[in-house]
């Protein structure tokens, strides 16, 4: 069956540090795979988009990678701040799913002052 | 620009009893999507609209749950009778092919709640 799995835990992390989040899927073939963030009581917000093929995308502080192989993304925030708090979705897009999402669970980050 | 905007914030309702969410998508944007969040878990797609056409509804519980999308803008996803089970948050979002985005703009929700 298809699954998407992140980080099975909430992550806490010191403020200055790189903050690493997983996403692993199974039994999909994404064209797309997306990042959003979301704040309590918020609906999510688009952060970034990667392409299965390319490798790295970088924004700012943010950066995304993506393993077809391993079938993994991994999302990395570096010189972290306490207002990067949030839940983080990633989110697949097949090719034939005409923008159709599908949500992986979060990994819900906390940086320390 | 406006954002996406849901209406009512928050509803409590006894099971049993109707509800109905209304959703503005941002100006423009051709597609239109309900999604339902439980508690700690990711958006789940209920259905999709192209203007006013309900393109995938297949995780749409059609026995209690509809929408409508009049005249491809406003959209209304309704539950009658809601069970204890539809306690959520329901997420309207809407995006646009322009450019080849794929970004998915949300609402803040409406969050339910079934006693």
């Known amino acids: 069956s298809q699954k998407i799995e992140q980080n099975s835990e909430a992550l806490n992390i010191q403020e200055g540090k790189t903050a690493t989040l997983t996403c692993n899927y199974t039994n999909y073939s994404p064209a797309y795979l997306q990042w959003y963030r979301q704040d309590p009581g918020r609906g999510p917000v688009f952060l970034l988009l990667?392409?299965?093929?390319?490798k790295e995308k970088r924004k700012e502080r943010l950066k995304v990678t993506f393993d077809t192989t391993l079938k993994q993304s991994l999302f990395h925030i570096t010189a972290s701040q306490p207002a990067d708090s949030a839940t983080y979705l990633c989110a697949l897009e097949t090719s034939g799913s005409a923008r159709q999402l599908t949500f992986g669970s979060g990994t819900q980050l906390t940086v320390l002052p | 620009e406006a954002g996406v905007v849901q209406s009512p914030r928050y509803k409590i309702i006894e099971k049993k009893q109707p509800v109905a969410f209304w959703c503005n998508p941002i100006?423009?944007?051709?597609?239109l999507y309900w999604y339902r969040q439980n508690l700690g878990q990711g958006p789940e797609l209920l259905i999709r609209?192209?203007?006013?056409?309900?393109?995938?509804d297949s995780q749409l519980p059609k026995d209690r749950f509809s929408a409508e999308r009049l005249k491809g803008v406003d959209s209304t996803l309704k539950i009658q009778p809601a069970e204890l089970g539809d306690s959520a948050v329901y997420l309207c979002?809407?995006?646009?092919?322009?450019?080849?985005?794929?970004?998915?703009?949300f609402g803040p929700g409406t969050r339910l709640t079934v006693l």
């Open positions: 609209y192209e203007n006013e056409e309900a393109v995938d």
């Open positions: 100006s423009g944007h051709n597609t």
């Open positions: 979002a809407s995006s646009t092919l322009a450019g080849g985005s794929h970004e998915q703009f």
């Open positions: 990667i392409r299965e093929n390319e």
